[in-house]
Nanobody, 118 residues
């Protein structure tokens, strides 16, 4: 399973760091990602990172957010700087986890709320 941490209330222009830890039997983890979903809107990709550290960012966060991972800890991070009120929403982590050499599946974390006050 995946468990996300680090959401909270921050002022405009502030920073937060989200973490997401994969647990259970893990053989390997491929892509790890962060998504967000505002009420009434589709879930959108915030950032993703491959197991070779190739990164990809959504247009609205490029230059402000940084995704990274620690493979030894099965953890993905999202450093969010220069936060804006429009970044307010629930953030979800996602990862493709191999439980053994042959079987893999996507997993979602439970979501963590980020609120940016103006």
């Amino acid at each position: 399973q995946l468990q996300a941490f680090g959401g909270g209330l921050v002022q405009y222009g502030g920073s937060l760091r989200l973490s997401c830890v994969a647990s259970g039997t893990i053989y390997s983890i491929n892509d790890m990602s962060w998504y967000r979903q505002a009420p009434g809107k589709q879930r959108e990709l915030v950032a993703s990172i491959s197991n070779s550290d190739f990164t990809n960012y959504g247009i609205s966060v490029k230059g402000r957010f940084t995704i990274s991972r620690d493979n030894a800890k099965n953890t993905v991070y999202l450093q969010m700087n220069n936060l804006k009120p429009e970044d307010t929403t629930v953030y979800y982590c996602n990862a493709f986890v191999h439980r053994d050499r042959w079987f893999g599946s996507f997993y979602w974390g439970q979501g963590t709320l980020v609120t940016v006050s103006s």
